[in-house]
């Protein structure tokens, strides 16, 4: 097997050189980390659980027309996606308090927000991701104001696409993070949706109890992260009903 080119290595996922031109082969790896990598693990079929949900979430907004990276899954851990040029930037949309806005503002975890706020960071682990402002955004030159409102755009349809499709299965999508990426076709660009859409990015709580089905399980020690991450792809059908997670889960192909 020839040895392949990569190209870039995060705390997660792993970016090879593609077969073709324009392509990336996107690496699901088994570590955890949180607050800023203070915190790591290696828990065993994160890295294939991730790969199988953020397929499924990447072909559901193509197939009702929001534009991502996702190509095809290769294999359990690896997704064929297409390069391209990401946005210093983490889009956080947030419909209820958690986290860190619950911490700033003094608002009890949980409460619904009167509308959807979207927030940016800056990506920079080294900085720990600060919270930026449109301003700043402009200012450093990280997007262009019609950059900002198509980004705005396929965040807010991100979300109602993700509260739809988790409401259905009895989950409340509190939150969640996205990157964008600028894809060029000659002179022309657009914006798609890059990176991962899963339990890593997201804040899942059970609609009847609450409970957490995200990466705040890890982060709160509040038990097995397999089993949560399991738990929804078992709701959304990726994984059969009635399999119960070993080391390494049991996925459809």
Not at 50 to 59: A, C, D, I, V
Not at 166 to 189: A, H, N, P, T, W
Not at 244 to 251: A, D, G
Request: net charge negative; proline share 4%; charged share 30%.
């Amino acid at each position: 097997m020839a040895r392949r080119n990569k190209i870039y290595e995060g705390k997660a996922k792993i970016l090879y050189e593609g077969p073709e031109p324009g392509t990336l082969v996107q690496y699901f790896k088994d570590d955890a980390t949180a607050f800023n990598a203070e915190k790591r693990d290696v828990i065993d079929g994160k890295g294939a659980l991730n790969n199988r949900l953020s397929e499924y979430f990447m072909t559901g907004l193509n197939n009702v027309g929001v534009p991502t990276h996702f190509l095809k899954r290769l294999n359990m851990r690896e997704q064929l996606v297409r390069a391209c040029e990401i946005i210093p930037l983490e889009v956080i949309v947030r419909n209820y308090a958690a986290g860190s806005l619950s911490t700033r503002l003094g608002i009890e975890e949980g409460t619904q927000l009167p509308r959807p706020i979207v927030e940016y960071c800056y990506k920079d682990d080294k900085l720990g991701d600060p919270l930026v402002t449109e301003e700043h955004i402009a200012a450093f030159g990280w997007a262009s104001q019609q950059d900002m409102d198509d980004i705005l755009s396929l965040a807010l349809r991100v979300n109602d696409f993700m509260s739809g499709v988790m409401f259905g299965v009895g989950i409340r999508l509190v939150d969640f993070k996205i990157e964008v990426g600028r894809v060029y076709d000659g002179d022309f660009q657009r914006l798609v949706v890059a990176d991962e859409i899963s339990p890593d990015s997201c804040r899942l709580w059970d609609l009847e109890t609450g409970r957490k089905l995200d990466k705040d399980v890890f982060r709160r020690d509040l038990g097995n992260l397999t089993d949560a991450y399991a738990e929804v792809a078992r709701r959304l059908g990726v994984m059969p009903k009635g399999t119960t997670p070993m080391s390494k889960p049991t996925l459809i192909n």
